[in-house]
Each structure stands twice: as structure tokens, then as C-alpha cells.
């Protein structure tokens, strides 16, 4: 079973960005401004 999306909320964007980037090896493919927030993507290298 494979997952293609999620929703995960947050409480420090830059934090948790740091951490799925750096820590879990995401890429992120883009971001999106709301308004007083942010949503991005992020995933896998397709590899694998």
C-alpha cells in the first residue's frame, strides 16, 4: 500500500520543513502562500 498524499498540520512551519527535508530526506516540490500560512509539498525522489 502506498500513500501519495497527507495532511499533516504544524506549529512551526520552518521547523517541520527542516525536519522532513533534512532529517526524513523530502524533497520539496512547492509551496503555496494562504494568507497567514503555507501549504508545500513534499515527497520521495519517484526512484524508488
Given at each position: 500500500?502506498?500513500i501519495?498524499?497527507?495532511s499533516?498540520?504544524i ?16 524533497q ?17 525522489s519517484?526512484?524508488?
Amino acid at each position: 500500500m502506498r500513500i501519495y498524499i497527507t495532511s499533516i498540520p504544524i506549529a512551526d512551519y520552518n521547523q517541520a520543513l527542516t525536519f522532513y527535508t533534512q532529517i526524513l530526506g523530502f524533497q520539496k516540490r512547492r509551496d503555496i502562500e494562504l494568507g497567514g500560512g503555507a501549504l508545500s509539498y513534499c515527497g520521495f525522489s519517484r526512484r524508488s
